[in-house]
Every structure is written in structure tokens, then in C-alpha cells.
């Protein structure tokens, strides 16, 4: 059976600045082994499988793959999977949202504008503080060593997946660290984390921040653009009243280190709940024939 299937770039108003996505969008029938193996396949960071929906209110379910695992959220396949089922004709706005079914529950989407110009939003899992620890904390120590930390001390965040986030002193010094991939590897497996993010204020910049994703397990890779890691951030961010930019939404920076020019748009409101969003590119259109 032929399904249709799209290769996005998420975060991104160009091909190749953003977070590549492959959709499948017609997934009736698919097992978890054969939505793995496409997975897999693809080779992409993640991939998403489109369902209808069975929840009351839900526009689509959504289940996102890795090459290696079922991921419970991911911001970057959550923004990409609704521009693909808007494009489709899959689903349609009612008063500019959209709702995904998922592992994460029903999950509210924003979306804003039409055409190239349009930027969808993810109301992200409530994250939470799981530990704050001291520079020389011994686990996390190896990681940082040699970096000029900024003002806020490192901290595991909790929010669909787990990050360490660690504040640098500044875009120069983030833009130039090395990140030492062993110690962030031990760090990860021993904490049950995703890696660890780092991020520095940005002055006089179109971004109010740049941030680096350092994915320790279960490989080690720096992210393009992490939706999940920038939400975790941002609640981080506005438990501490320590939020940049103006209004309580601010733009980051982020995969220029790994050849990418992603922007994201992160909000917190009113009700402290976190979006993470931006635009989104189609730049492949086709058919999976998988058997």
C-alpha cells in the first residue's frame, strides 16, 4: 500500500536551516515493528506516523520514532506533523488550533498566518525542576570544565524528556565550546537525561538567545533544533523571572554549529504553560511503499 509522505524542515522559513522530519501521513496498518523499521530507514532524527484520531477534541493521533525508539513528545515532529496535516487536508484549524493525540495526552497547537509565512506553535508537557546543583557537582563537573558559566546555576529539567541546562557567559563562548561527548555521555545514562542543553543571552542580535543541544544517549549528536530542550528551558527561564526579550516571548538560535540557521519562537503565558513553534518547509512530497 502506497501512503503519502513528506521530508520537512522545521524551525526554519528555507530548506536546510532547520530540523529535518519525515511524515508518513496515511499510517493505518502500520505495526510498531514496520513504523520502527520506516524509522529507521529514514535515517532522520525523528519520524512521525499520522492516525485519526479517538479522543473527543483531537484533530489527529501522532506517534513519533526515532531510528532507535518510540519517543512519548518531540517539539520539532509535533510543529512539522501539523503543517504536513494542514497541507494534506488531513485536519483543519477551528478558531487557529489544532489538537494532537499523543503518549503526552491531547496536546494544543497554534497556528498563525498562512503559506510560507505561517508559524505553528506547541503547547509543550509542563516541565518541572528535578535537581539545581552547584558547578562542581561531581556529575556534572567533567561536562563543564573549561566553560565560563553565566549567572543561573545548572539544572535537570523535566518536561516529556529530561535535559541538564547550563548557562554560558556568553553567544561567543557558546558558539566556541567543544563539547567533551564521553562525560556528557556518563552524565546522561546516569541521570536518565537527553544530554545536556547550554545556552547564552544574546545583545544586539535579531535571537534574544543562542542554545546548543548536546544529545549524549542513546547517541551522541548535536541537535539541529530542539523544540522539547527549548520548552524545558523556557520553564526553567520563568521559574527564576529571568525570561530575555520583551512580553514573555523570545526568539532562539540554534544548529549553526552543525550547519542548520533554525529560529525558534518560544512563548510562556499567562497560565505558565510553554510553546514552542516557528515555520515550517515542505521540501519533499511523495509516496512510501512499504511492505
Known amino acids: 500500500m502506497s501512503r503519502r509522505y513528506v521530508q520537512l524542515d522545521v524551525f526554519a522559513d528555507r530548506p536546510g536551516a532547520g530540523n529535518p522530519l519525515a511524515v508518513v501521513l496515511d499510517a493505518d496498518g502500520l505495526d510498531d515493528d514496520a513504523m520502527q523499521a520506516i524509522a529507521r530507514w529514514t535515517r532522520l532524527p525523528e519520524t512521525t506516523f499520522v492516525f485519526p484520531a479517538t479522543l473527543p477534541g483531537a484533530s489527529y493521533q501522532l506517534r513519533i520514532f526515532s531510528p532507535r525508539r518510540e519517543v512519548p513528545f518531540a517539539g520539532h515532529p509535533s510543529v512539522g506533523t501539523a503543517h504536513a496535516v494542514l497541507e494534506a487536508g488531513i485536519a483543519a484549524c477551528v478558531d487557529g488550533m489544532l489538537v494532537q493525540e499523543g503518549i503526552a495526552g491531547l496536546l494544543p497547537l497554534r497556528v498563525e498566518g498562512s503559506g510560507a509565512a505561517r508559524t505553528i506553535a506547541v503547547r509543550t508537557p509542563q516541565s518541572r525542576v528535578m535537581e539545581v546543583v552547584a558547578a562542581d557537582d561531581s556529575r556534572v563537573a567533567p561536562v563543564l570544565s573549561g ?67 548536546f544529545v549524549g544517549a542513546p547517541a551522541q549528536f548535536e541537535d539541529a533544533a530542539s523544540g522539547a530542550a527549548n520548552a524545558t528551558l523556557a520553564a526553567w527561564l520563568a521559574s527564576r523571572d529571568a525570561l530575555p526579550g520583551t512580553g514573555r516571548s ?24 510553554v510553546w514552542s513553534g516557528g515555520q515550517v518547509c515542505t521540501v519533499v512530497r511523495g509516496e512510501i511503499d512499504w511492505r
Open 147 to 213: 566553560w565560563r558559566l553565566g549567572a543561573l546555576p545548572p539544572v535537570l529539567m523535566e518536561g516529556g524528556r529530561r535535559w541538564w541546562l547550563v548557562e554560558l557567559e556568553g553567544e561567543s563562548t557558546l558558539r566556541a565550546i567543544t563539547p567533551d561527548w564521553e562525560a556528557i555521555t556518563r552524565l546522561a545514562v546516569d541521570s536518565d537525561s537527553m544530554g545536556v542543553c547550554v545556552f547564552a543571552r544574546c545583545i544586539g542580535k535579531p535571537h534574544d538567545l543562542a542554545v546548543r543541544a
Open 250 to 273: 523570545y526568539l532562539v538560535s540554534q544548529g549553526r554549529e552543525v550547519g542548520h540557521d533554525a529560529l525558534l519562537r518560544m512563548q510562556v503565558d499567562d497560565d505558565n504553560a
